[in-house]
């Protein structure tokens, strides 16, 4: 049985999210605006555009389009100086046990990220050489929890949406696997993750005898 293994990015194969979090709260107070870690759990899995006008709206604030497209630089900028110093080290936990065994079995692996840096952050792990395929920010046009960013992996996996399996870390994702009729596993908390079909707190807790079932199923 062939089945279509996409795996979201931050989050999930790696903790970008700390350096987004760092990066948005950079900027958000050089504007004036706070907000919490709480709040920060929005910005998971939404893009750059999404998650400015979502600081905005926490700070009750407006600007011009020219300085939203700033501001949008900037943030990406600071960003880009923290996954500079990325390498294997930061592969989460497991992370690598899962892939191989998917490997070792012949399971496509795609990327599904709206990460614009995906492939950048990929090489600086080592890792990129374990997908058959990426689709990152740069490939789609509309935000998780819309499905396009699976559905464009399974076309490019050349699976159907219902023999794939997503692993994500924020609900937008879950619901953009939701969206696409695919099997969402969720990493992370449970009462944020509730929609996915399964969740675990990392990939510590999934097992070899799971990933088997999968495939099987």
Known sequence: MKKGFIF????VIVDTAKYHFLAWKKLANDI???????????????SRVKSLEKILSWGNKTIPEDEF???????NNDYLSYIAKMDESEILPD?????NYLKKEDQPISLGSASKNARQILKKVNLISDFN???DGNDVSKAKPDPEVFLNA???LEITPENCI????SLAGVQAANNANMISIGIGDKDVLKEADYVFSDFTEISIAFLKELIEK
């Open 166 to 169: 997503v692993f994500e870390d």
């Open 133 to 135: 395929a990426v689709v």
């Open 8 to 11: 979201d990015l931050d989050g």
């Open 95 to 99: 992370v690598p046990k899962v892939l």
């Open 32 to 46: 004036g605006i706070d907000f919490t870690e709480t709040q920060n759990e929005q910005l998971k899995g939404v």
């Open 69 to 75: 497209m700033e501001l949008m630089a900037k943030k």
């Open 154 to 156: 399974a076309k490019l």
